[in-house]
Protein backbone atom coordinates (compact mmCIF):
# COMPACT_ATOMS: atom_id res chain seq x y z
CA UNK A 1 0.00 0.00 0.00
CA UNK A 2 1.17 3.42 -0.81
CA UNK A 3 2.92 5.22 2.11
CA UNK A 4 0.48 8.35 3.34
CA UNK A 5 1.68 11.19 4.60
CA UNK A 6 -1.72 12.45 5.88
CA UNK A 7 -2.92 11.12 8.73
CA UNK A 8 -5.69 8.31 7.82
CA UNK A 9 -7.00 6.44 10.51
CA UNK A 10 -6.86 2.87 8.79
CA UNK A 11 -5.45 0.60 11.11
CA UNK A 12 -7.58 -0.01 13.42
CA UNK A 13 -10.97 0.21 14.45
CA UNK A 14 -12.16 -0.99 17.67
CA UNK A 15 -14.86 0.26 20.48
CA UNK A 16 -14.75 3.44 22.49
CA UNK A 17 -12.41 2.53 25.68
CA UNK A 18 -12.76 3.98 29.53
CA UNK A 19 -9.36 4.53 30.46
CA UNK A 20 -7.18 4.52 33.90
CA UNK A 21 -3.79 3.66 34.10
CA UNK A 22 -3.50 0.37 35.31
CA UNK A 23 -1.06 -2.33 36.02
CA UNK A 24 -3.25 -5.27 35.38
CA UNK A 25 -5.58 -5.32 33.00
CA UNK A 26 -7.53 -2.62 31.04
CA UNK A 27 -10.95 -1.95 31.45
CA UNK A 28 -13.78 -1.36 28.65
CA UNK A 29 -16.38 0.98 28.48
CA UNK A 30 -18.38 1.77 25.53
CA UNK A 31 -20.74 5.10 24.93
CA UNK A 32 -22.49 6.40 22.02
CA UNK A 33 -25.94 7.19 20.56
CA UNK A 34 -28.61 4.56 21.12
CA UNK A 35 -32.09 4.56 18.53
CA UNK A 36 -35.35 3.98 20.22
CA UNK A 37 -37.96 1.88 17.55
CA UNK A 38 -41.35 2.53 18.62
CA UNK A 39 -44.06 -0.22 17.56
CA UNK A 40 -42.02 -1.07 14.42
CA UNK A 41 -40.46 2.47 13.63
CA UNK A 42 -37.57 4.54 14.72
CA UNK A 43 -38.64 7.49 16.23
CA UNK A 44 -36.91 10.74 14.72
CA UNK A 45 -35.17 12.40 17.99
CA UNK A 46 -33.94 15.82 18.17
CA UNK A 47 -31.37 14.33 20.42
CA UNK A 48 -29.69 11.23 20.95
CA UNK A 49 -30.82 8.69 24.14
CA UNK A 50 -27.12 7.66 25.65
CA UNK A 51 -26.19 4.67 27.87
CA UNK A 52 -25.11 5.66 31.69
CA UNK A 53 -23.77 3.08 34.01
CA UNK A 54 -24.97 0.09 31.82
CA UNK A 55 -28.53 2.33 31.71
CA UNK A 56 -30.42 3.96 28.88
CA UNK A 57 -31.50 7.38 29.25
CA UNK A 58 -33.81 9.16 26.92
CA UNK A 59 -35.03 12.78 25.93
CA UNK A 60 -38.37 12.47 28.47
CA UNK A 61 -40.52 14.65 25.73
CA UNK A 62 -39.85 13.05 22.41
CA UNK A 63 -40.11 9.44 23.90
CA UNK A 64 -43.05 9.91 26.36
CA UNK A 65 -45.36 11.96 24.16
CA UNK A 66 -44.59 9.32 21.10
CA UNK A 67 -45.98 6.90 23.54
CA UNK A 68 -49.08 9.11 24.33
CA UNK A 69 -47.97 10.30 27.67
CA UNK A 70 -48.64 13.42 29.44
CA UNK A 71 -45.31 15.01 30.76
CA UNK A 72 -45.25 17.80 32.97
CA UNK A 73 -42.23 20.10 34.53
CA UNK A 74 -42.16 21.80 38.08
CA UNK A 75 -39.24 24.10 37.70
CA UNK A 76 -38.91 24.61 41.08
CA UNK A 77 -38.84 20.91 42.93
CA UNK A 78 -36.93 20.52 39.72
CA UNK A 79 -39.68 17.36 39.27
CA UNK A 80 -40.89 15.96 35.88
CA UNK A 81 -43.71 13.74 35.89
CA UNK A 82 -45.33 11.20 33.14
CA UNK A 83 -48.40 10.96 33.26
CA UNK A 84 -50.33 8.25 30.98
CA UNK A 85 -54.25 6.99 31.67
CA UNK A 86 -54.45 5.55 36.19
CA UNK A 87 -50.51 5.48 35.93
CA UNK A 88 -48.52 8.95 37.44
CA UNK A 89 -44.71 9.02 37.92
CA UNK A 90 -42.41 11.79 39.69
CA UNK A 91 -38.96 11.65 38.90
CA UNK A 92 -36.63 13.89 40.85
CA UNK A 93 -33.43 15.52 38.65
CA UNK A 94 -30.13 13.98 40.19
CA UNK A 95 -32.39 11.76 42.60
CA UNK A 96 -32.22 7.98 42.45
CA UNK A 97 -35.61 7.37 44.02
CA UNK A 98 -38.55 7.49 41.71
CA UNK A 99 -42.24 7.69 43.41
CA UNK A 100 -45.14 6.02 41.00
CA UNK A 101 -48.86 6.48 41.75
CA UNK A 102 -51.75 4.04 40.83
CA UNK A 103 -55.31 4.33 40.06
CA UNK A 104 -54.60 6.99 43.01
CA UNK A 105 -53.55 4.74 45.46
CA UNK A 106 -50.47 5.13 47.99
CA UNK A 107 -47.46 6.22 46.33
CA UNK A 108 -44.91 3.62 45.95
CA UNK A 109 -41.00 4.76 45.78
CA UNK A 110 -38.81 2.62 43.81
CA UNK A 111 -35.01 3.12 43.67
CA UNK A 112 -33.67 3.36 40.35
CA UNK A 113 -30.16 2.50 38.78
CA UNK A 114 -29.77 6.00 37.75
CA UNK A 115 -31.41 9.26 38.23
CA UNK A 116 -32.64 11.43 35.52
CA UNK A 117 -30.87 14.28 34.53
CA UNK A 118 -30.25 17.25 32.50
CA UNK A 119 -27.36 17.90 29.84
CA UNK A 120 -27.61 20.43 27.23
CA UNK A 121 -30.91 22.22 28.74
CA UNK A 122 -32.45 18.95 27.87
CA UNK A 123 -34.32 16.46 30.46
CA UNK A 124 -33.41 12.50 30.56
CA UNK A 125 -35.21 10.09 32.13
CA UNK A 126 -34.00 6.22 32.97
CA UNK A 127 -36.08 4.36 29.58
CA UNK A 128 -36.62 1.28 30.42
CA UNK A 129 -38.07 1.68 33.81
CA UNK A 130 -40.47 4.67 32.80
CA UNK A 131 -41.62 3.31 29.56
CA UNK A 132 -42.37 -0.45 31.54
CA UNK A 133 -44.04 1.19 34.43
CA UNK A 134 -46.75 2.41 32.11
CA UNK A 135 -47.04 -0.80 30.28
CA UNK A 136 -45.11 -0.71 27.21
CA UNK A 137 -42.59 -3.51 26.67
CA UNK A 138 -39.22 -2.92 26.42
CA UNK A 139 -36.05 -5.05 24.78
CA UNK A 140 -32.66 -3.90 23.94
CA UNK A 141 -30.89 -5.13 20.92
CA UNK A 142 -27.37 -5.07 21.00
CA UNK A 143 -26.64 -5.61 17.28
CA UNK A 144 -28.35 -2.46 16.25
CA UNK A 145 -28.20 -0.07 19.77
CA UNK A 146 -31.55 -0.07 19.71
CA UNK A 147 -33.84 -0.21 22.50
CA UNK A 148 -37.35 -1.41 21.03
CA UNK A 149 -40.36 -0.38 22.84
CA UNK A 150 -43.98 -1.80 21.75
CA UNK A 151 -46.97 -0.99 23.14
CA UNK A 152 -49.16 -3.21 20.54
CA UNK A 153 -48.98 -6.75 21.87
CA UNK A 154 -49.33 -8.25 18.37
CA UNK A 155 -46.91 -5.69 16.69
CA UNK A 156 -43.84 -6.47 14.89
CA UNK A 157 -41.02 -4.20 14.89
CA UNK A 158 -40.42 -3.99 11.20
CA UNK A 159 -36.65 -4.57 11.40
CA UNK A 160 -37.11 -8.02 12.66
CA UNK A 161 -38.19 -8.91 9.06
CA UNK A 162 -34.76 -8.05 7.98
CA UNK A 163 -31.93 -10.41 9.24
CA UNK A 164 -28.89 -9.73 10.81
CA UNK A 165 -25.44 -10.22 8.85
CA UNK A 166 -22.78 -11.33 10.90
CA UNK A 167 -19.70 -8.97 9.48
CA UNK A 168 -16.12 -8.90 10.68
CA UNK A 169 -13.61 -5.41 10.54
CA UNK A 170 -11.00 -5.78 7.52
CA UNK A 171 -7.77 -4.63 9.06
CA UNK A 172 -4.57 -2.68 6.60
CA UNK A 173 -2.97 -6.25 6.63
CA UNK A 174 -5.42 -7.55 4.80
CA UNK A 175 -6.02 -4.71 2.63
CA UNK A 176 -2.47 -4.68 1.47
CA UNK A 177 -2.37 -8.15 0.60
CA UNK A 178 -5.16 -8.10 -1.69
CA UNK A 179 -4.44 -5.96 -5.05
CA UNK A 180 -7.94 -5.67 -6.12
CA UNK A 181 -8.99 -4.49 -2.74
CA UNK A 182 -6.04 -1.94 -1.96
CA UNK A 183 -6.76 -0.42 -5.31
CA UNK A 184 -10.52 -0.51 -4.76
CA UNK A 185 -10.06 1.19 -1.56
CA UNK A 186 -7.35 3.60 -2.31
CA UNK A 187 -9.68 4.59 -5.27
CA UNK A 188 -12.92 5.40 -2.51
CA UNK A 189 -12.13 6.19 1.20
CA UNK A 190 -11.39 10.15 0.80
CA UNK A 191 -15.07 10.45 -0.86
CA UNK A 192 -17.87 10.26 1.41
CA UNK A 193 -20.19 7.04 0.85
CA UNK A 194 -21.02 3.19 0.82
CA UNK A 195 -19.32 1.41 -1.31
CA UNK A 196 -19.18 -2.50 -2.07
CA UNK A 197 -17.07 -4.68 -3.95
CA UNK A 198 -17.70 -8.37 -4.38
CA UNK A 199 -14.36 -10.63 -4.51
CA UNK A 200 -15.04 -14.40 -4.37
CA UNK A 201 -16.88 -15.51 -1.54
CA UNK A 202 -16.83 -12.02 0.40
CA UNK A 203 -18.83 -9.15 -0.14
CA UNK A 204 -16.39 -5.91 1.19
CA UNK A 205 -18.37 -2.76 2.26
CA UNK A 206 -16.68 0.73 2.48
CA UNK A 207 -17.88 2.99 4.88
CA UNK A 208 -16.50 6.24 4.34
CA UNK A 209 -17.13 9.58 5.98
CA UNK A 210 -15.01 11.98 3.74
CA UNK A 211 -12.65 14.60 4.62
CA UNK A 212 -12.13 16.39 8.14
CA UNK A 213 -9.89 18.91 8.71
CA UNK A 214 -8.56 17.11 12.02
CA UNK A 215 -8.08 14.02 13.87
CA UNK A 216 -10.03 12.51 16.19
CA UNK A 217 -13.07 11.12 14.33
CA UNK A 218 -14.04 7.74 13.53
CA UNK A 219 -16.82 5.90 11.66
CA UNK A 220 -18.37 2.55 13.58
CA UNK A 221 -20.68 0.10 12.06
CA UNK A 222 -24.19 -0.63 14.07
CA UNK A 223 -25.04 -3.12 12.26
CA UNK A 224 -25.92 -4.75 8.83
CA UNK A 225 -29.23 -6.11 7.83
CA UNK A 226 -30.48 -8.17 4.95
CA UNK A 227 -33.54 -5.93 3.49
CA UNK A 228 -34.74 -7.99 0.58
CA UNK A 229 -33.50 -11.42 -1.25
CA UNK A 230 -30.30 -8.97 -2.85
CA UNK A 231 -30.11 -6.50 -0.88
CA UNK A 232 -28.01 -5.50 2.69
CA UNK A 233 -28.76 -2.19 5.05
CA UNK A 234 -25.40 -0.59 6.55
CA UNK A 235 -26.19 1.39 9.82
CA UNK A 236 -23.07 3.36 10.55
CA UNK A 237 -22.22 6.51 12.30
CA UNK A 238 -19.20 9.00 12.47
CA UNK A 239 -18.02 9.54 15.80
CA UNK A 240 -16.63 13.44 16.18
CA UNK A 241 -13.69 14.39 18.38
CA UNK A 242 -14.65 15.10 22.13
CA UNK A 243 -15.87 18.69 22.27
CA UNK A 244 -13.86 19.52 25.13
CA UNK A 245 -10.38 17.81 23.25
CA UNK A 246 -8.03 19.29 21.29
CA UNK A 247 -7.03 17.37 18.46
CA UNK A 248 -4.28 17.24 15.81
CA UNK A 249 -5.23 20.03 13.02
CA UNK A 250 -4.90 17.59 9.90
CA UNK A 251 -6.84 16.38 7.46
CA UNK A 252 -8.31 12.53 7.69
CA UNK A 253 -10.52 10.50 5.82
CA UNK A 254 -12.07 8.68 8.74
CA UNK A 255 -13.68 5.18 7.25
CA UNK A 256 -14.09 1.15 8.42
CA UNK A 257 -14.13 -1.40 6.12
CA UNK A 258 -16.30 -4.66 6.67
CA UNK A 259 -16.87 -7.67 5.15
CA UNK A 260 -19.74 -10.68 5.19
CA UNK A 261 -20.13 -13.59 3.29
CA UNK A 262 -21.06 -12.46 0.16
CA UNK A 263 -24.68 -15.30 -0.40
CA UNK A 264 -27.13 -13.82 -2.45
CA UNK A 265 -26.05 -10.18 -1.70
CA UNK A 266 -26.12 -8.39 -4.71
CA UNK A 267 -26.73 -4.60 -3.78
CA UNK A 268 -26.19 -2.82 -0.54
CA UNK A 269 -27.23 0.37 0.93
CA UNK A 270 -26.94 2.63 3.88
CA UNK A 271 -26.22 5.46 5.76
CA UNK A 272 -24.28 7.33 7.72
CA UNK A 273 -25.46 9.52 11.07
CA UNK A 274 -23.42 12.15 13.12
CA UNK A 275 -22.99 10.72 16.86
CA UNK A 276 -21.43 13.95 18.78
CA UNK A 277 -19.96 13.76 21.75
CA UNK A 278 -22.33 16.45 23.25
CA UNK A 279 -24.78 15.27 25.39
CA UNK A 280 -22.37 14.47 28.44
CA UNK A 281 -22.17 17.09 31.25
CA UNK A 282 -18.60 18.34 31.86
CA UNK A 283 -16.88 16.30 34.70
CA UNK A 284 -13.36 15.75 35.44
CA UNK A 285 -11.68 13.36 33.61
CA UNK A 286 -8.17 13.38 35.27
CA UNK A 287 -6.48 10.75 37.82
CA UNK A 288 -3.25 10.76 39.11
CA UNK A 289 -0.20 10.49 37.39
CA UNK A 290 2.16 7.32 37.32
CA UNK A 291 4.06 8.71 40.32
CA UNK A 292 1.80 9.56 42.27
CA UNK A 293 0.62 5.92 41.95
CA UNK A 294 3.98 4.62 42.84
CA UNK A 295 3.73 2.78 39.05
CA UNK A 296 6.30 5.70 37.21
CA UNK A 297 8.46 3.93 34.34
CA UNK A 298 11.98 3.19 35.87
CA UNK A 299 13.97 5.68 33.32
CA UNK A 300 17.13 3.33 33.86
CA UNK A 301 15.51 0.33 32.38
CA UNK A 302 15.11 1.90 29.27
CA UNK A 303 17.70 0.51 26.86
CA UNK A 304 16.78 2.76 24.17
CA UNK A 305 13.95 4.66 22.78
CA UNK A 306 12.62 4.85 18.98
CA UNK A 307 10.52 6.56 16.89
CA UNK A 308 8.13 4.89 13.87
CA UNK A 309 5.79 5.61 11.31
CA UNK A 310 2.29 4.26 11.66
CA UNK A 311 3.56 1.54 9.09
CA UNK A 312 6.48 0.69 11.62
CA UNK A 313 8.69 2.06 9.54
CA UNK A 314 12.01 3.83 11.95
CA UNK A 315 11.93 7.43 11.73
CA UNK A 316 14.69 8.27 14.62
CA UNK A 317 16.38 6.93 17.52
CA UNK A 318 15.80 9.51 20.61
CA UNK A 319 19.13 10.67 22.50
CA UNK A 320 19.84 10.09 26.05
CA UNK A 321 18.37 13.55 27.49
CA UNK A 322 15.37 13.61 24.79
CA UNK A 323 14.23 9.88 26.17
CA UNK A 324 14.76 11.25 29.83
CA UNK A 325 12.79 14.39 29.06
CA UNK A 326 9.93 12.30 27.60
CA UNK A 327 9.96 9.18 30.14
CA UNK A 328 9.53 12.67 33.23
CA UNK A 329 6.64 14.34 31.02
CA UNK A 330 5.03 10.69 31.16
CA UNK A 331 5.55 9.72 34.76
CA UNK A 332 4.75 13.65 36.17
CA UNK A 333 1.64 13.96 33.99
CA UNK A 334 -1.91 13.64 34.91
CA UNK A 335 -3.59 10.43 33.16
CA UNK A 336 -7.05 11.02 31.17
CA UNK A 337 -10.03 8.37 33.24
CA UNK A 338 -12.40 9.71 30.43
CA UNK A 339 -13.40 7.59 26.86
CA UNK A 340 -11.62 7.57 23.75
CA UNK A 341 -11.63 5.98 20.46
CA UNK A 342 -9.22 2.85 20.45
CA UNK A 343 -7.80 3.72 17.09
CA UNK A 344 -4.24 4.02 15.31
CA UNK A 345 -2.92 7.48 14.11
CA UNK A 346 0.26 9.34 13.04
CA UNK A 347 3.61 7.53 14.48
CA UNK A 348 4.39 5.41 17.62
CA UNK A 349 7.30 5.43 19.87
CA UNK A 350 8.98 2.09 21.61
CA UNK A 351 11.12 1.62 24.20
CA UNK A 352 13.24 -1.21 24.82
CA UNK A 353 13.85 -1.65 28.31
CA UNK A 354 17.04 -3.83 29.49
CA UNK A 355 15.03 -6.52 30.78
CA UNK A 356 13.89 -7.45 27.25
CA UNK A 357 10.45 -6.11 27.69
CA UNK A 358 8.57 -3.08 25.47
CA UNK A 359 6.58 0.07 26.26
CA UNK A 360 4.69 1.41 23.28
CA UNK A 361 3.12 5.17 23.12
CA UNK A 362 0.67 5.25 19.98
CA UNK A 363 -2.17 8.02 19.60
CA UNK A 364 -5.68 7.82 18.19
CA UNK A 365 -5.54 11.29 17.05
CA UNK A 366 -6.04 13.61 19.82
CA UNK A 367 -2.78 15.34 20.28
CA UNK A 368 -2.94 16.23 24.08
CA UNK A 369 -3.16 12.27 24.53
CA UNK A 370 -0.76 9.45 24.30
CA UNK A 371 -1.57 5.78 24.71
CA UNK A 372 0.85 3.81 26.78
CA UNK A 373 0.96 0.26 26.75
CA UNK A 374 3.41 -2.71 27.49
CA UNK A 375 5.01 -4.46 30.32
CA UNK A 376 7.37 -3.58 33.39
CA UNK A 377 8.76 -6.43 35.03
CA UNK A 378 6.31 -8.59 33.86
CA UNK A 379 3.13 -6.51 34.77
CA UNK A 380 0.91 -5.23 32.14
CA UNK A 381 0.69 -1.41 32.23
CA UNK A 382 -1.69 0.29 29.76
CA UNK A 383 -4.11 3.48 29.58
CA UNK A 384 -4.05 7.42 28.43
CA UNK A 385 -1.71 9.93 29.78
CA UNK A 386 -2.49 13.76 29.03
CA UNK A 387 0.86 14.55 27.56
CA UNK A 388 0.51 16.89 24.97
CA UNK A 389 4.57 17.47 24.05
CA UNK A 390 4.37 14.01 23.21
CA UNK A 391 1.44 13.67 21.84
CA UNK A 392 2.81 16.07 19.05
CA UNK A 393 5.44 14.24 18.55
CA UNK A 394 3.46 11.54 17.66
CA UNK A 395 1.26 13.00 15.31
CA UNK A 396 4.13 15.41 13.32
CA UNK A 397 3.23 14.39 9.50
CA UNK A 398 6.24 16.49 8.55
CA UNK A 399 8.83 13.15 9.61
Keep these: MTKLKKIIAIAVFCTVVATSIV ?6 SQKKGVTIILNGKELKLDVEPFIENDRTLIPVRGVMEGLGAVVGWNAKDRVVTVDKEDISIKLTIGSDVAVVTREGVKEEKIKLDVPAMIVNDRTFIPGRFVTETIGADVNWKPEIRAMVINTKKDAEPEYESGQIIEYEIVNAKEISENETLSKWYENNYKEKGIYSIADGEWMYVLVAAGEKNTGGYNVEVDSVVKTSSDTA ?9 DMYSIVTMAFTYPNVLIKFDKNDIVLVEGEIVDNKYN ?33 DEEIKTFTKEETEKIIDILNSSKTYTGVYIAMLAGNNIKMKLNTGEMLTLTSYGNEEHVILSGEVNGEYVGGCIIAPEVGKILLDVSY
Excluded: C, H, Q
Aim: hydrophobic share 40%.
Design 23 to 28: WGMMGN
Design 279 to 311: KEPIKDETGESLMEMGKAIPVELVKEMKLYTLF
Design 233 to 241: YVYARLISP
